[in-house]
C-alpha cells in the first residue's frame, strides 16, 4: 500500500493502535462511575460530585443493543469516499461499564448479519486518508468474524 | 394559587417550503392568535420567543424580533432555546410570567425557515462537542438514532415494518383536512414500504422532513380569560425536564450513554420521565388522556411515545397501532393533526403547534379531525442535549 | 404575594482568556454559587442558562449543558438568548419560577469562552440582516456605534476626552483588588488617551476587551431563604424591556433608525425606560440607589447610563465623573466591580455578574472595593436587537 | 477607467444611479410613518398594523446626528481596500422621514471636518468591485462638498 503513517482521527478518544484497539475513557476514583468520552474536571454522578477521575482503557467486547444503516451520504464534517458506499452502524453496550457505544459497523457486515444480543468487538478502520496520514477511528464487529 | 393558565389564542402560519423569512411566519401565527383571543398587540405585555439558532446565527432573536415586526411596544421579551422543546420552554416561561403575576396578556411564538436535507452542524473543528463528533467520527445523522431506536422495538418486541408504515398510513390519513398541515395526501403501506431505505429498517416515508412554518398561543390568567370566553382551555402543567443521571439509552446526539456501572439505570427512563412530570403536576394520569400530540420524528418513535406518555405498557404499542387505538374514532387518538409525518419539522415552531392542535380539539374546532368530546390532551417532545418537554391541555 | 426573591448564593469563575471551554467556567461559578448558599447541586429544581449562541452553534444550549456537566438530576431547564441581556432574561425566568411557586431552589447560570478581535456575523451572505447589512455595506462595527454616541456627548454636553478617560481610571482603580477581575493594573488618563484611536473619539483602552468568564446565583424564595440567613438579599425586580415605537435613537445592529414622522419620539427614549421599569416595579427610585452595576462597553457609555438609570439629568453626567460622585467613596459609586473595562466582555454571564458584585456589596463582603452601607442597587445592560436588562437588588 | 458595470451592492435598499443617488425605502399609506430599509408587509406603529405600505425614496439630505471613524480594518463581510485606509462614519437625520441613517463618509472627509448639526447630502460610491462590477453604497458628505 503505502508508507502513510496511521493517527487518531481525533485525539483522546482511542489508542491507534490496529494491533490492540482501545477506547479511552474515565472513571471515577470515588464512586466507580466510568465516562466515555472522557471527563476529568467533576463526576457526573449527582450525589457524588468527586473531582478525582482517572484515564481508563474499556472494555473490547459487548453485547449489541442495537443497530440500523446510512444509506445515504452523511454531511460534513464526514469525509465520505466517492463513490459512496452504505454501512451498518451499532449501538453496543460494555458490560463492565453498563454503558453504550455508538459506532460504525466494518465494512462487508451489513445489517442483515446484525441481531440485537449478538457479541460484538472493537477494532480500527480508517475514516479517510490524506497524502501523509491515514485517519482512525473505532468500529464494531461482530466476535470472531 | 390555581397553577392553571388559559390559552385565550392560538394561531399558526400553514407548514410548507415557503422560502421566506421565519420572521413573516412568526408575525403571521401571533396576528392569529391575537385575533382568536380577540385581543390587540398593544394589550400583550410579555413576549416568549422560541429561538431558530440552528441557522447558527444569534441574529434570529425570536422574541424580540417578533416584537419589532409587530411593533415595538415596550412589551418585556424572553427568548429560549433548548432544541426541539424550545417552544415548550417559551411556554413555560410565559405561563410562570402569568402564575407569578408579572404579566397579564402573553404571546408565545416560534416560527421557521428550515433549511434543505440533513440537518448538519456548524463549519469547524470541535471535538469537545458531540454534535460535531458523530458526524465526524462516524457519519451518525439524526435518522441513525431513530433507526436504532426502530430497529429496538423489533429485536425486543416483535415489531414489524407493516406496524410502522402503519403510523404514517394513519397520521396522512388525520392530516387529510388539516389546513395547516404541509402534506395532506393519503399513502398507503405498500407506499411506504416502497421508498427508499434511509436508516434500516426506516423508509425515506418514516422519516419527517424539514419545513417552514409557524405557531403562537397567547396566554393569559384565568380571570382574565373569563371575561373574554366562557369555558377557556388552560395549562394546568408544563414538563420541561432533563434526564436523571444515568441516562443509560442512547440519545441524539451522543456516542455514548451515561454509566450505569454504580448506580444501575435510573427507576424512570428519560422519555418516561418526560410526561411524567407535567401529569404529577397536574394531578392527572394516562387514563385521563383523550388526545396526545407527539413527536413523530420517525414512524416507530411514535410507538415509543405512546409507551413514554403512558397509553400503554412497554412492549404494548404496536397492538395499540394494529387495533386502530391511537385512530381518530378510536380509544386515544394520538395525532390528529396529522403529527410531523404531514407538518415536517419546524423546531422552535413545533411544542407550541401541538398545544394549538390540542387546543382546537378541546374547543371543538377541529374541523375535519375532530375527537368528539375530547376534554384533556398531552403533548411531548423531546429535543437533543436533554431536553424534555411536555404540556397539558384541558377544558 | 411579595415580589421578592433571595439571592441565597453568588459565584463566579475568574474572567481572563484561559482558553477552556466555557462548561468549565459556568461550573465553576455555579459550585461556588451553590457552596456560598450552603447547598448542595441536588437541591436545584431548576436551571436557567444564558446562553453563548454568539459562537454560532446551537450545540452551546447553555441550560441542558451545565445541567449535564455537574449531573444530570432530573432538574427542569430552560436556556435564554438576548444578545448581552440574555443573563438578565435568565434571571428573570428563574425569578417568575420561584414567585409562582413552581421551583424551590433555581439555579442561573452564564459563561462564555471569547472570541478574539472584533465581534463580527456568521459566514453567509444575509442582506435581510442588519447585522450583516452593516458589516458588508458600511464596515460599522460595535464600537463604531460606541464613537457615534461619545461623539454625539461631545458635542452636545461638552465632554472631552479627558471625562471619558476617567472613567477608565475610576474603574481601574475599583477593580484593583477584585479577584475576579481580569486587569487589575491602575491606569492614568494619559494612559488612556496615549492609546490608538479605534473610533474617534475613543481610544483602545475606552473598549472593552472580550473575555473568558462565568457567574451564577442560587435563588430561592424569601421564606426559603430566611430559614438559611437572617436578612437575605433579595431581588425585588427585573426588567427585560423592549423598546417603544418609535425608536428614534440609533442602536446596534441597525443602519437606520425607526421614523418619528408619525408620531414623534417616545416619552421615555429606550435606554432610559430599561431602569425605569425596573424601578417602578420595586417601587423605588433613582434617589434610593446606593450602589449601580452599568454595562461600560465604552468609558462614554458609561456616562451615558448614569443619565439613563436617573443618577444624573441628560448632559450633566460629566460633572458626576469629574467630582467624583460615582467613585467608591462617593454620592453613588458606579461599577466597584471594575466594570467591563476590568473585565472584559463575557457576554452570557455579564449581566448575572453585575448581580453578584451588588449581593458581595450589600452584604459587605465586597473586600478591597467596599462600599460603606450600601442597601440598594441597580444594574443596567442593553443587548443589540433591543433587548433592555436591569435588576433591582436590595437588602 | 474602465467599462465595469456599476451596480447596487444589496438590492433594493439604494437606486444605483450616481447622478441622482437615493435611498429608497417604504412609507405607511394609513400613519405615514417612514421605513429604512423599506418595510412592506406591516406597519410597526403598534396602533396602526396596516399592511398597506408604498415603496418611496428618501430625503437626500439631512442633519449629521453624530460622527465616528473606523481606524482599524473592519472583519467580513465588509471587504476592505488593501492597505486598509480608514474612513469616518456618520449618523444622519433626515427631516421629513424623522429617522437617521448610518453610513460612511466619502473618502477624504475626515472627522476633523465634521461637526453634529451640520447639513449633509447622499451620494454613492464604490464598496469594492470585482473584474466585471463595480458595486456600489451610499455614502454621506458634507452638502456642497
Ligand atoms: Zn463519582
Ligand atoms: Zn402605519
Known sequence: MSEKTTVAAVEGLLVADPSAPRLLGSRCKACGTYYFPAEHTL?????????????????????LWSYTSANYKPPAPFVAKEPFEPFAIAAVTLEREQLTVLGQVVPGVGVDALKTGMAMELTLGTLHEDDEQ??????????GH | MSQEVAVLGVGMHPWGKWGESFVKYGVRAAQDALRDAGLAWNDVDFVAGADTVRNGYPGYVAGATFAQA??????????CYGACASGAQAISVARSRILSGEAKVALVVGADAAPKGFFAPQGGRRPDDPDWLRFYLHGITNPTYF????????DLYGATSSDFAKVKVKNARHGLHNPNARYRKEVTEDEVLGSKVVADPLHLLEICATSDGGAALVLTSLDFARKHTTKPVTIPAVSTVTPAF???VIEMPNLATDSGASSG????????????RAYDRAGVGPEDVDVAEVYDLSTALELDWYEDIGLCAPGEAERLIRDGDTTIGGRVPVNPSGGLAC????????AIAQVCELTWQLRGQAEGRQIEGAKLGVTANQGLFGHGSSVIVKR
Chains 1, 4 share one sequence.
Open chain 1, 43 to 63: 463526576c457526573r454522578t449527582p450525589t457524588c460530585s468527586s473531582t478525582e477521575l482517572e484515564s481508563v482503557e474499556l472494555s473490547t467486547e459487548g453485547v
Open chain 1, 134 to 143: 491515514r485517519y482512525l477511528t473505532w468500529q464494531w464487529k461482530p466476535v
Open chain 2, 70 to 79: 409587530l411593533g415595538w411596544s415596550g412589551a418585556e421579551v424572553v427568548s
Open chain 2, 147 to 154: 433507526g436504532l431506536w426502530a430497529r429496538r422495538r423489533m
Open chain 2, 246 to 248: 444515568p441516562n443509560t
Open chain 2, 265 to 276: 439505570p435510573p427507576e424512570t427512563p428519560f422519555k418516561a420521565s418526560i410526561a411524567k
Open chain 2, 343 to 350: 407538518f415536517g419539522e419546524a423546531v422552535p415552531a413545533q
